[in-house]
Structures are given as structure tokens and as C-alpha cells.
């Protein structure tokens, strides 16, 4: 058994495994949650539960199957697996000798990781138990591997988030003191790091100090060899990263170049790391090894491609990554401070994926896959998720109320469109590539290309709300009252309240709870409002998800995105957990009550905004806009029937395919008639001055957008030469023009990276 620590860790050890191209054949088997799911992630940018998937995508799943095998006492043991994937509770040990009988070989090298140190200790201990159950035994040699993450949840640049030891799941509870002795870590270390973890979780200190030791020789001995070590294995963790970017199948035997490619890039590493070692022996240096798996997406260099000199000497190394890494930053620097989502919107009709130079995957949101794409035809969003039917209806819904939303259109798998927007990305990341950024191109294809592929399912093409700033971020739009506050921001505040008002509204009758929170969605909100009225605590979950309510500066000066439908039927799997909140009766019976209040007691009913708007903007809207609100309401009520109309039309489309089709059959239409009666009848009971509110076709923005003119004929001349849209193009700095027309009109220039044939493109 051995211990695993720090950013570098996880890839050194299988560094070290690959480097040993000798018999037998090495068995690498991981943990799957957090140990494999938490392997790419950055510092400070911890996964939460929706996020779990970094390395998900790349094993095969299969259709599960259980299966049982008996333990040593004959006990029988339930196993279930899809795939390359495993599912074994605590009985790891047992599927670990599952899997390597599995394997049918005569003897093997086995490497298993887990971030528990329960599963790293029994496995370690007994895995040869169960093996020795079954005959012919195979001859094993196994390393199990603890992954400490103590140093990832609580050092300088953590990569996640600290642990409970609180739990009976924690690797610091009292039974396993022993298991941590075995790995290293003694009784004093453990009190030292329950002490840490606490103070994290009670918020009493927030990070140890970079450089500021934890104790334990082995671990900073980690450290300071991590840091060159780092720089040294990163063309094979790029190798790597590149393999786990193509997908589970293995690499398909000779002739193929990408093998090879592999290959030759491990003859390298491994002739690079005897150098290290000899330098580290001459040194009287250290054992351990660095990369992590982090690494991977870190590294400097792409794989070679096809056989290339012989390694420089060692002399040499230190400023050829320098070199590289000089003309990493070049590459990088191409786009600073110039994201997609800040470039002007594309035309969804004429997208133009061919001409694709840009790819982002944004930070916030969880669920699916967002991808920010450019291309010289403007800027776009594509969303993949399981939900998609759900989101295309809730949108189509609230389009057809006149609430201003991204225009958005579905592009199903199969079509040709499909197989484009996947080949651009792709070609995006390969253009990364050649210009020396490893790490950017990584990122392209294992977020946002495995994020569209991962769901088998259509893509949300959608269009790119420009200069788009949330709820929560008001402070970019000028402020809470230049926003929202009809004396301050004019026309665009009362056409953002109005919409606000109509979206509350239409998200009630979707039972869509997800983005503003009031009595419509919440049952218990007056109660929970005063609770946390004076202390002040908690308001920040009385507000809703205020991420999916976007403010622009141009256009309608608002979008809702993120709209789902949540009226789901019965047994409707994948989003029925989410929506059988509360059931159809108490849904409708919520809604009468709570919408005819907005008739009686008018502006009464939109303190919930005022509220939200007071903790997420700290700015108490005035009685004038909540007025405007209540209006928008009223409007969206009297737009209810009609949208209902449109989005059945919508539903019964037979567009898609069968998969799609049943997606659409999920959602519930007869109970979305029947909460569009319910609010006809409340229409019907509207008092004169609100007869009166016209249901509105969607107000104008106002102030009118202002028409770029682009002078600069350098500009101008260059957009022609290319092709490019001319709002787009004026965007974009200007040493990114040139490198565009460079690679474009002169072809690109080759070099060491200028090989993209490794990302495997058919
Ligand atoms: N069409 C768009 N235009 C501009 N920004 C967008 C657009 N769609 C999404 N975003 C940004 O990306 C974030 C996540 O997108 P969202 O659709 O809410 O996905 P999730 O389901 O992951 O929450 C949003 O909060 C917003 O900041
Ligand atoms: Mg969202």
C-alpha cells in the first residue's frame, strides 16, 4: 500500500506504472466518485454534486448488470456493473478480484486508487483473499494506492472541498487510525488534520499560508519534488489527457498514426524520466514523482505525433519548457480578457460551425453542458443536458408570452448540423493545439466536446444574450437602481420589471420553481422571510436561482434562460424526481389562491421582489416599480391560453425521433390545460383598470440599440479577405485578426504542435 498526496500526486503514480513497458501487463482500476471526478479539477474550482463528471464520460458504461460473487467465508456478495464501470458498495476488494479475473491473464500488475482509506486499506489487505477463491489464481502484483487529499482540500491552492470528519465515511474516524498508520500518517498527524478540517468547516481559518508546513517529512518532500517534476512529465500527462479526450476504446492496434503517436510520446517520457532520476540520484534527490492528473490539462506540451529527435540533453530541458510554455502564453494571451460571451451575438440561422475559432465552457451552471462558441459569423450558446425537451417547451413557452428569451432551435443527433458542430469544436481545440496551448485545447475537448457528446442526445443551439450580466450581478449593469429602477434606468427598468412580472408568473404554471423564490413557489416563504429578517441569515436561499435571469444592455435589455416545463407525468424518469414537489391538486390549488391575490391586494404580492432584489443588489426597489411588476403580471396571466396553445403545437411535433418524441411525451399537457383554465377564470374575474392592461406584446427595450460602425479599413478590408462578420470582427484584438488570416490565407504554420492528427479525427 502506498500514500498518494498533493496536486502532483494521482498522475505520478501512473507515470511510474507506464513507465515500465515490462511484463506483466499493468490493470489500472480507480474509484469513481471523487477520486476520478474530482482528478481534473483546478484549483478553487471545486465540483459540487452536479458537477461530478470530469472523467465520467471517458468509461464505457454498457447496460448494468448485477452479478454476485462469494467472499472467502462463501458469503454471497451483490456486484453490478455497466461496462467498464463497477458497482460495489464497500466490497471493493471483492470487485477487484471480479475485474482482474475478468482480465483472463496469467499474471498482472494492478494499480487501484481511492481516495478512502477504508476501500485502500481492505483492498490492499484482501484482495489476495478473494482471488485465492477462485482457480487458476492469477499471479498478482498489487499496489493499492490512498489518495490523501488532505493536501487538495486544505493547502494553498485547494482543488477541493474539505471533507466532513464528522461522518462515519470520514478517513479521520476513530476506527481508522490504524488503516492511516499504515499509510503513513501518524496519530499526532491525524489530531493535527481533524483540528484543520475543522476550522475550514467552521469557517474559524480559511486556508493554511503557501509554504506553511503541514507536518509530515514524506509530504513536503512531495512538494518539493512535485515542482520540476511537474514540468517534466507533462508530455506524457498530455499524452494521457489526450487518450482520455478520445474516449474509452483503446487506442486501435498499428497501422494507425495516433498509436503511434502514443507511443513514441511514452519512449519519451520514459527517456525523460530516466534522466530525472539520474539527475535526482547525482542530486541525492528524491523518490517521488509529480504531474497529477491536473497535469493532464496543465501540460505544456501536446503529444509529438509522429518520432522526433531524440530528447535534448539535460541541460537543455529547463529552456525548452520555457520555450514552450513562452509560446503557450502567446497562444493563450490571443483571447485575454476577450471571452465569447463579451463578442456581438450570431445569426442562429447561419451559423457557420466551419468557421469556428473560439470554444468556452462558462463556469457557473451545473447540470449540462453550456458551450460558448465563436465563429466568424458572431458568437452562440449550445446546451446539452438530459432535460432538453423540458428546457426547449419552457422556452417556447415563455416566447410565446412575449417574455424576451434567447432565440434557440434543437439540433437533433443525426443530422448533419450534429456532426458539424461536434467536428468544429474538435477543430477549435486542434487550432489550440498548434499554437503551442495544450491546456486550452484540453479544456475544449474534455469539457465542452465531452459535455456535448456525454447526453447522446440533441444540442441546444441558442442564441447569445450580448453583454448579458444576472441578477446576481448587478453591480456590472450599474447598479441595482440603473437596472431595475424606472426613475433611474427609464424604458429598459419598466420593460425588465414588466417581464420579471410575466416570468413569475409563467413559471408558476410550469411549475418551474428554480428561479425566483415567493409564496408561488415556496409554501412556506412568509415565515421563512421573517426568520431571516433580523439576523440575516439565510436570505441568500429566500432569492432563487438569480443566475437565469440575464439583463443586457442592448435589445430587450432582458432574457429569461434556463426555463424548464415541470409539469411532468407520473413516473416520467429523469426529471420527475426534481418535479414531484408537491402534486398536481396542491399545484393548482397554489395558484389560484397565490395569482388571485395579485388581483386584490396588487403591488402586495411583489415584496418577494423587492426582497430578492434588496439581498442580491442591496437596493429596495420603489412602490413605482413594483407597479410595473404587478402589471407584468397581469400580462402574463391574460398570455397564459395563448402560449399554452403554442407550445402543444410544439410538443406534438414529430421532429425529432422517437427519443425526442418521448421526452415531449413526458411532459404533462392535460395538467397544463388544466392550470391554463384556472388562470383563464382568474382572467375572467380581472376588475376593469386590470380588463384594461392589454396582454402586451413585448415592450421595447427603448433607448434603441446603437448601430456599430466599424472605420478602421484595415478592419474592414481584413473582414472581407476572411469572410467575417464585421461587428465580430471589429471585436476581436488585433493580433487575433492576424493570427486568423495567417493560419486561414497562409495556412498554418507547422511545428511541433502543428500535428493535430492525435486528437484522432476521422
Ligand atoms: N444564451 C446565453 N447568453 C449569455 N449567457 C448565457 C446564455 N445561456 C447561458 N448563459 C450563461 O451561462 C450560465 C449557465 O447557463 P444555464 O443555461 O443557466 O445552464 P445551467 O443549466 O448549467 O444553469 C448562465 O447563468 C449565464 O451566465
Ligand atoms: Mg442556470
Redesign the pocket.
Known sequence: MLRLSGFTGFASAINNALEDDSTPPPLFVFDFDRTLTNGMSRPGEEKDLRKVSALSPFFERGTPKELMVKDEQGNEIPLARGGSVFAADYQKAAALAQIIREQKQRSLRVFFFDDAIVNAHVVATSTKLHLNMSAPCPDVELISYWWDTFEEETGPTPSMKPSHTATTDSNYADFAKPMLADFGVTSEEVDARIEAYRAINMGTRSRRKAGEPVGGEELSKVQAAGKDMRAKMAPLAATLGARFARGPRPPPVLPNSSYNAFKTGKKLHNAELSEIRDAKKKGGGVKSIGGGLEGLLAARGLPRGLPRPAPPPASDWRAKAAKEKARADVAKKLFENKGV?SLPPGDLENPRWETAFQVES?D?????G?AFVATLAGAF?I?S?NDMAEEYVGTKFLEAAWVPV?KMRVVFVGEEEHGLILQSVEEVAKQYSRRGDAEGAGRVMLHALTAMKKFDGPLIL????EC?F?LNELGRGGGAESVLEPGRGGRMARSRLDAIGRVWVLDAVLNFRDRFCSRLSYARYDEAVVGAEGEGEGKEFLTGNC??V?FSPVGAGF?A??SHVKLIREGGGVGAKKVAEGNNSELIERLHRELGRVLIEGTGCMEWLRFTVKVVGGWGLSDEALECVRVGAVRGMKAVQGAIEAVRVEIRKENGGDKWSKSMGRIDEEVLVEVGLVVGELVKEMTDDDGEVDEGEMLEGGEGEEEVVVEDSDVVESAKKIGANLRLWGALTSELRRVLVDERVKGVEAGEHSNGEFWGIR
Do not use: C, F
Not at 364 to 368: D, L, N, P, Q
Not at 462 to 465: K, T
Open positions: 460571451a462558462p457557473e451552471g451545473s447540470t449540462g453550456l450558446a446546451k443536458a434567447p441558442m442564441e447569445l444574450v448579458a444576472s443566475d437565469n440575464l432574457a434562460i434556463d
